[in-house]
């Protein structure tokens, strides 16, 4: 043996976490490119050339377009919805009603509704697409409803109370179906702050 007696350790990467951090990065520069080009123009090539993975590794784990976007929208779905949770459970007693819909607007006009968004559209004309996606959307209609009630404090017994909810979601996604086209932030503010106050006194009366 020539040299001193130092042994040189390799890191060997487990298989398992390599996948990890490479699915990661190809959803990551899915989620990119759907905001920056929307769903026509992204392409799996665009994909795998951004997120710096061979084509082959791509197609293994995503064979098709529409199986890549879905999953990335999912993704990112479910990492901002645990922020939300997390959010949710820190918010102030005092004023609380407002927060809620402050979260809830940042929500409806941040990148992962920006994401979805471009797949309701192609999912209209797009019958494979579609039976992914309508699925996915349900889900993630539940759970953020349930955080809502959960953050309100609603009681959904009371008759009314959960088409209030319902409402308060539209409402919030509708303003930010509106901040695609143009910064909307001063009019939702305005349009949120009215509505905590009706929301207030309603729920008030029903208790």
């Not at 209609?141 to 009314?160: F, K, Q």
Request: overall charge neutral; charged content about 30%.
């Amino acid at each position: 043996m020539v040299g001193d007696d130092r042994a040189v350790a390799t890191v060997r990467v487990p298989q398992e976490e390599r996948t990890r951090v490479m699915r990661a990065r190809l959803l990551d520069a899915t989620v990119e490119l759907l905001i920056e080009r929307g769903f026509a123009g992204t392409s799996t090539t665009l994909v795998s050339e951004r997120a710096g993975v061979s084509r082959g590794a791509q197609l293994h784990h995503f064979p098709t377009k529409n199986d890549l976007v879905v999953a990335a929208v999912e993704h990112l779905t479910a990492v901002r919805g645990a922020e939300l949770e997390q959010a949710f459970a820190a918010l102030p007693r005092r004023g609380r009603t407002r927060a809620v819909l402050r979260m809830l607007g940042d929500h409806f006009s941040s990148p992962v509704f920006t994401a979805a968004l471009e797949l309701w559209v192609a999912a209209r004309t797009d019958p494979s697409l579609l039976a992914a996606v309508a699925p996915l959307e349900q889900r993630i209609g539940r759970e953020t409803h349930r955080l809502t009630v959960e953050a309100l404090g609603v009681d959904e017994s009371v008759p009314g109370n959960r088409e209030l909810v319902q409402a308060t979601l539209d409402l919030v996604r509708g303003l930010g179906l509106a901040d695609t086209i143009s910064d909307d932030r001063r009019r939702r503010n305005r349009i949120l702050d009215e509505w905590a106050r009706t929301l207030d006194a309603r729920f008030q009366e029903a208790r």
